[in-house]
């Protein structure tokens, strides 16, 4: 390191040690993924959500986030959210499904024309509609937003090109735990094989299942193109983030401090979704995996295909597993997600 640098740097940590030291309150934030911002949607919300909350506190509340999954498995940080023993996580559809098992109404494949549609329906009245209802089941968790996980899912697997709905017919396909997602891989003929997210690079490396479904920055950045020799932009799924705080904790919050909180995880919201979008693009992204995978993206005749195979079957499950306040989200989701898609921007 220059010498110019390590000043700058023994300046940066000089400044930041008195908000360290007169920290009144410590929160907590666990998630699944790398810290560095610049990887994936997870770290860029949780840094920029640090940030904010540190300096706009004045360093009143001091933000730890313990990344990689150090704190545990994705439904057992939400836990430790419920419990208090940390104060927030970003939990993915699948770790918070075993909580609050309604969150499987989004779960509606082919649903959304394009990825700012997504931003519309989880912003607006579905996404308040949703979030009300998690704090109303679970009762000890306060919902802050909903953030990128890096957009929508796509489909790779090791054995042949996807292109047409016949393609896919017999692969198995590894997917979350979840029974809507084996649902909309079996309506389309392939075998659904749920694993959980620790052991997918080794079933994919081992052949005990042909392909899996992501979005493109998770398929990236856990170099599944070393295992995969195929892609599919089949857009089927966008399934974010649920940014969750313990509840006592935010009672113990001023009004200021809410506030404060608040703005802050609006901004981490925006910071995964831009990062998602950027790593689809960049290097990092859908230019990395061509460089070892044959990509290709349905055409809207194949898609409209895949899509009438799947989507009754998915929206007949949760009609039949989520009860009567299921259906009117599913209702809800459906008519946002409707809206969303006939709304041109700036116009």
């Given at each position: ?11 940066a ?8 030291a ?25 840094e ?11 360093g ?7 990344p ?21 996580s ?12 309604k ?18 329906v ?5 996404g ?34 996807v ?78 983030y ?43 992204g ?14 809207p005749?194949?898609?409209?295909a895949?899509k009438?195979?799947a989507?009754p ?25 409707e809206?969303?898609?006939q ?5």
């Open positions: 390191m220059k010498p110019a640098s390590r000043i700058a740097l023994a300046c940590l000089a400044a930041a040690l008195p908000l360290a007169h920290a009144q309150k410590t929160l907590k934030m666990g998630h699944l993924n790398n810290e560095d911002p610049f990887d994936n949607p997870a770290g860029a919300c949780g920029v959500f640090e940030n904010i909350v540190e300096s706009a506190s004045n009143e509340i001091q933000v730890d986030i313990f990689n999954g150090q704190l545990g498995k994705d439904f057992e940080i939400a836990q430790q959210v419920r419990d208090g023993i940390i104060q927030a970003l939990a993915s559809v699948g770790g918070l499904a075993s909580h609050y098992p969150i499987g109404v989004i779960d509606v494949a082919f649903a959304f024309p394009h990825i700012s549609a997504t931003y519309e989880f912003d607006g009245p579905f308040k509609a949703l979030a009300r209802d998690i704090e109303t089941d679970l009762g000890d968790v306060k919902v802050l937003g909903f953030a990128d996980t890096g957009g929508f899912f796509s489909i790779s697997n090791s054995q042949r090109p292109a047409q709905l016949s393609d896919i017919e017999g692969l198995r396909i590894r997917t979350m735990t979840l029974e809507s997602h084996q649902t909309l891989i079996q309506s389309l003929g392939a075998e659904a094989y749920p694993l959980a997210w620790a052991e997918v690079y080794s079933a994919l490396q081992t052949g005990v299942v042909d392909g899996q479904m992501n979005p493109v920055p998770i398929i990236a950045f856990s170099n599944f193109q070393e295992v995969q020799g195929y892609l599919t932009l089949t857009n089927h799924l966008f399934t974010p649920t940014f969750l705080m313990n509840r006592d904790f935010y009672e113990s919050l001023t009004e200021a401090e809410k506030d404060i909180v608040h703005a802050a995880a609006q901004s981490c919201v925006v910071a995964s979704r831009g990062i998602g979008r950027v790593i689809e693009a960049s290097e990092r859908l230019p990395k995996l061509a460089e070892s995978m044959e990509i290709n993206a349905l055409s005749e194949d898609r409209e895949f009438n195979a989507q079957a998915v929206i007949e499950y949760i009609r039949g597993t989520h009860g009567e306040k299921g259906a009117e989200l599913l209702d809800l989701f459906l008519s946002e997600v809206k969303a898609g709304q041109d921007y700036m116009q």
